[in-house]
């Protein structure tokens, strides 16, 4: 069984900083790539930002400069650190993870329950 579990969502200004967590726990022999998506109401879920095992990044031009995606491979966790967040960064955050189960066993991606991030004043 394996769980990711997200925390860090709520309410905030323009303009203001939140940071997301999540947490991989259970039968993990190794995680490959973490993500976070998002899906605003009425549009299809999208990238916002992906991180490897190895720390290459990637991002959705639409954040660039502003989040930063960073991981604790000890730990199973993704971050991610938004800043100058804006009211169309409104969304649910859903964080992703590929991983194994054993050495042998085949690639598996898993989804969080998804935290809500929304930006007004």
């Known amino acids: 069984q394996v769980q990711l579990v997200e925390s860090g969502g709520g309410l905030v200004q323009p303009g203001g900083s939140l940071r997301l967590s999540c947490a991989a726990s259970?039968?993990?022999?190794?995680?490959?790539?973490m993500a976070w998506y998002r899906q605003a109401p009425g549009k299809q879920r999208e990238l916002v930002a992906a991180a490897t095992s190895g720390g290459a990044t990637n991002y959705a031009d639409s954040v660039k400069g502003r989040f930063t995606i960073s991981r604790d491979n000890g730990k199973n966790t993704v971050y991610l650190q938004m800043s100058s967040l804006k009211a169309e960064d409104t969304a649910v955050y859903y964080c992703n993870a590929d991983l194994r189960k054993s050495p042998i066993g085949r690639l598996i991606g898993y989804w969080g329950q998804g935290t809500q991030v929304t930006v007004s004043s």
């Open positions: 259970g039968t993990i022999f190794t995680i490959t790539n």
